[in-house]
Each structure stands twice: as structure tokens, then as C-alpha cells.
């Protein structure tokens, strides 16, 4: 499948779940593809980076549902903190466990999972929609963290065959398991398409993080998590994170044409070419 | 005692403190000043603390802060990827200190946003984890800039949950959380005033109560004979020094 062919797919309205951490194993060549597009009133579920970022910076989010925006070494995001304080988006603000468990939730099909996180604080108070539960074992009182039911996910991935096995060679995996099985229509896109042969010659089977049973649709997306890491393939391009975050008011245009409004090998071009972005070292934090 | 410290150091040994007594407990300083005080405790007074690497590794000791030296590769103990992260602190088994930008005199405190909710003057990370680290294990934290706009009278947005006892449904469970110790710039705080109000212990060297008490919006508990902040011993410093910190990082904390 194509980045074309996905965006196809997606319809104005839709709860997309986007996988990896911060500044971490974003599909990016997915979330460019929706910022060029011509959807619209998204309501996104991320642990967000520049994949929150770049979509509220293109007029795509309606709502975002997150427990913090962050590019890892830029503490903070920009664009996401340009329209939180225009207050042009709707938030529904989680601790990230509570995150978590609603999309595992969301998952295994329960209408909740409960958790002590967020009692006592304005997370509770701020989102009158979560409710809470008195333990049938006891008299606790627990916050019932409800499902996050997703039309589409997102995630990028190392490795993936036809068929839809993913694999991640990073040592975190973060959630991107979570979020496929929380979505009715699940996206991965990966660094290459690989034969299934190939998969454990590559990798322990600890890497093998997705079945085919959570995958729909692979899309092969050489540098697919640029400007975020794909470790061990390439770090955290810093320089360009301070490009996208310094594009900022009429800045924002020109990083747009430069590096969202192109196509993937003109991507690459313009980001120095592959073998620039595969010299860049893991990441140290 | 050395005489030859800075405001950075005093702050790491007071805040290593933290994490005296805690055994074989996750020890997650956040932020620079909060992690060389792990790494402190860890390499002194509390050898059995686990110590992370940022990412999804246990490292074995505390990693070097700064650019890794050629060569220097850290010895790994164990993995620990985000989900049992948060297993792990649901479990209790961690002790946190983070940075908040403000806090109310029952520990409330706010890393999200200022202002409004809707829209907000100034938005920051968004609350992370820390709903989650409050209600379940111990948490300590440091502030480098005391003063009326970090000591608010009321946080914008409660993003880890103080004492106040108006934000505790009674059939909530309270006893997995504590509030431990609260380092600033200018005195060492913590939560045993009544009601478990913010309490001052000891006033950093050459800092009053009355500075201190200008510098919050709220009113402070003292402890009885109030005393000052101990300074770093010449074993401390050069563990910062030599250790923890070999690059002097520290010296951009109170630039300003």
C-alpha cells in the first residue's frame, strides 16, 4: 500500500491513534501524507511529538487526546502550543498510564480498566466524562478509565512482511501494539518489506512486536520516522527538529512547502539524503 | 565540610536526601539537579536504588551526565520499556523527583499548562506521568527559582495530587501516597506542617525565614529550631565533581 492509498482510506472525523513516544519511532511519512491532505476535524491519540505538532500546525486536529506533547530534546512543542493558546483545539488531557489503559482497554473490548491514576487531580476534574467505580471487593473508589476506541492507527516499524508481521528492533516498543489493536483500520508503515524468512534472521523473536492479526495494511517508508528516531537505524535528527520547531508564524509556510507538501523521495532529498540520516547516532538522553 | 561549593551542589546533597532509606526501590530524578542527586544517593548512602538511562535501560550505576565519553558504554542491568514503567510505579516500587513549575502549600502541583484550561496563557508539557506517580509512590521535587510564581497560593491546573483534603473522595485510597521532600533554591521544605502543609526544615546558608517566607504566596510551617541546609562534604563534591558531572553541566542551573 501507498501513503496515497491510506490517506484514501481515512474519512473527515476520524479518531486516529499515532504510535511511538515523543520524538521516538513516529510514522512521519504517514503523518505528513495526512498533513497534506485534505482531511479534516481529526481527533488524535498520541503520546505526542512532532506528529502532534505538525497536525495542529496544518489545521488537521479538532481534538487531541494525549498525556503530554514533547520533542525529547525540545521540551516543547510549538505548534501544539500555539493552538492550545489560541485555544483552537479540544483537549481530553490523560496521565499516560490512563492512556495506556484505554487503549488496552479499547483492545481486549472492556468498557473500562480501572486505576488509582488521575483521582485527586484536574484530570478528573477536567474530563466529567471519565467516571469513577467503587470496588466490588472492597469499598474502594477507582477511576474507570474508559476504552479509547480508534478508527486507525498508525505506527512505523523496522521491518514487516506482506502480510503484515511488524517488527521493531528498538528496545522499546512503546505502545504501538496498543494502539493496532485498539483500531478498526491499522497502518504500518516500515523502514523495508522484508520476506517472513527474513524476520528472525534480523531480529530475536522478542522483536517480533506485531501479528498479522493486528496489521491491515503495511506501507514500506524508507526514514519513515524522520525527524524522529529509529533506533538502531538512525537517532533523533536534532537539526531538523530545530528547523521545524524554530518554522514558526510565516516560518511555518516555507517549512511546509520544503518538507510536508512533497513527496516522499523529495522528502528525502531535501533532508540531506539517506545516507546523511543513517550516519546519525542512536540518541543519548 | 568543604567551603568550596555552589548553590548547584548544596541543591544536589540536599535533594540526595530524598532518597535516603528508600532499599531497592526505582530512583527517577527528572531534570539535572534531580538526577545527579539520584545518582548521589545512589553511589553513597543508598547503594540498592535502581537508576534508569532515559530510555528503556536499568543501568547498573549512574551514567556520566552530558556527551558520553568515546568508549564509555554503560553497564546494563535490566530493561525496562515504558510499560513497565508504569507497572513498576503503579507498584509503588519507585521514589520521583521532578520539577514542577508551581506548587500550593498541600503539594498540589502543576507541570500542564498556566492559565486557562481552554485556553491557557502558557501551555506547557501536559501532565505525563504524574497523576499516576502522586496517588501511587513516594514523590519529591525541586524548584530553582522560589519565589510568588512557582509558591502559588492556587495551582492553574493540579497535575499531581498535594494533601488538600477537599480533593479526597473518602473512599479513596491515600496511603500509597507521600509527599516526601520539597528542595528549592533557597531552603530545604517538606509536607509535616498540619494537615500536611508545606513545613520549612533548614534555610540554605545565608537565607532568612523572612526571604523565604516573601518568596511564597502561601504561609509556611516551621520546624522547631529551624537549622541550615548542611553542606556538601568533600567526598560529596568530588563525586559530583569527578563522577556524576565532569563536565560541570550544573554550573548552567542558577546562571541566571
Known amino acids: ?285 | 565540610m568543604a567551603d568550596d561549593y555552589t548553590l548547584a551542589d548544596l541543591c544536589i546533597v540536599a535533594c540526595a536526601e530524598a532518597w535516603r532509606d528508600d532499599g531497592d526501590i526505582l530512583a527517577s530524578g527528572m531534570g539535572l539537579i534531580p538526577r545527579l542527586a539520584a545518582g548521589l544517593a545512589r553511589l553513597t548512602f543508598s547503594p540498592g536504588l535502581l537508576m534508569n538511562d532515559g530510555e528503556c535501560r536499568l543501568a547498573a550505576e549512574p551514567i556520566p551526565v552530558g556527551p558520553r565519553a568515546p568508549g564509555y558504554e554503560p553497564q546494563i542491568e535490566g530493561w525496562l520499556p515504558f510499560r513497565r514503567v508504569f507497572e513498576l510505579l503503579w507498584s509503588g516500587r519507585r521514589h520521583a523527583m521532578t520539577i514542577p513549575t508551581q506548587i500550593d502549600r498541600f503539594g498540589n502541583i502543576n507541570i500542564s499548562f498556566i492559565g486557562a484550561a481552554d485556553k491557557p496563557k502558557v501551555q506547557l508539557l501536559g501532565v505525563r506521568g504524574i497523576p499516576g506517580n502522586t496517588i501511587n509512590h513516594p514523590c519529591s521535587f525541586f524548584v530553582p527559582n522560589h519565589g510568588p510564581r512557582s509558591f502559588v497560593h492556587e495551582v492553574d491546573m493540579v497535575s499531581g495530587c498535594g494533601y488538600d483534603p477537599g480533593r479526597w473522595a473518602p473512599s479513596v485510597r491515600r496511603d500509597f501516597h507521600e509527599l516526601r521532600l520539597l528542595v528549592t533554591n533557597l531552603a530545604v521544605l517538606d509536607f509535616q506542617g498540619p494537615d500536611h502543609q508545606v513545613r520549612v526544615r533548614s534555610l540554605h546558608p545565608g537565607v532568612t525565614l523572612d526571604q523565604v517566607r516573601e518568596q511564597t504566596s502561601f504561609p509556611l510551617a516551621v520546624v522547631d529550631g529551624v537549622g541550615e541546609t548542611p553542606t556538601p562534604t568533600t567526598e560529596q563534591l568530588r563525586i559530583i565533581g569527578e563522577v556524576l558531572d565532569p563536565k560541570n553541566l550544573r554550573a548552567s542551573v542558577f546562571k541566571s
Open chain 1, 1 to 285: 500500500m501507498t501513503t496515497k492509498d491510506v490517506v484514501a482510506e481515512l474519512r473527515d472525523g476520524m479518531t486516529i491513534g499515532i504510535g511511538g513516544w515523543g520524538a521516538r519511532r513516529k510514522p512521519m511519512t504517514l503523518v505528513r501524507a495526512l498533513a497534506r491532505s485534505s482531511l479534516k476535524d481529526l481527533t488524535i491519540v498520541s503520546y505526542g511529538g512532532p506528529d502532534v505538532g505538525m497536525l495542529c500546525a496544518t489545521g488537521k486536529v479538532r481534538k487531541l487526546i494525549f498525556g503530554f506533547v514533547s520533542l525529547d530534546l525540545i521540551p516543547l512543542d510549538p505548534h501544539f502550543r500555539a493552538v492550545r493558546q489560541a485555544g483552537a483545539i479540544e483537549i481530553m488531557e490523560l496521565d499516560e498510564g490512563m492512556l495506556q489503559w484505554g487503549l488496552k482497554a479499547a483492545m481486549i473490548r472492556l468498557p473500562f480498566l480501572p486505576t488509582r491514576a488521575g483521582l485527586a487531580t484536574d484530570v478528573q476534574q477536567l474530563n466529567p466524562g471519565i467516571k469513577t467505580i467503587r470496588s466490588p471487593y472492597g469499598s474502594e473508589t477507582l477511576l474507570a478509565m474508559p476504552a479509547l476506541e480508534l478508527d486507525a492507527a498508525l505506527v512505523h516499524v523496522d521491518h514487516a512482511d506482506e502480510r503484515g508481521n511488524g517488527q521493531i528492533l528498538g528496545d522499546d516498543p512503546f505502545f504501538d501494539d496498543l494502539y493496532c489493536g485498539a483500531a478498526k483500520r491499522r497502518y504500518v508503515s516500515c523502514e523495508r518489506i522484508v520476506p517472513t524468512a527474513e524476520l528472525t534472521t534480523l531480529g530475536c523473536i522478542h522483536t517480533l512486536a506485531l501479528n498479522r492479526t493486528l496489521v491491515d495494511a503495511v506501507i514500506e517508508a524508507p526514514l519513515g520516522a524522520h525527524p524522529t528516531m529509529c533506533t538502531p537505524k538512525y537517532g533523533i535528527d536534532l537539526d531538523h527538529l530545530k528547523t521545524y520547531a524554530g518554522a514558526t508564524g510565516d516560518g511555518w509556510t516555507t517549512y511546509q512547502q520544503q518538507f510536508v507538501d512533497v513527496d516522499e523521495a523529495q522528502y528525502i532529498e531535501a533532508i540531506g539524503g539517506r545516507a546523511k540520516i543513517e550516519s546519525i547516532p542512536p540518541t543519548v538522553f
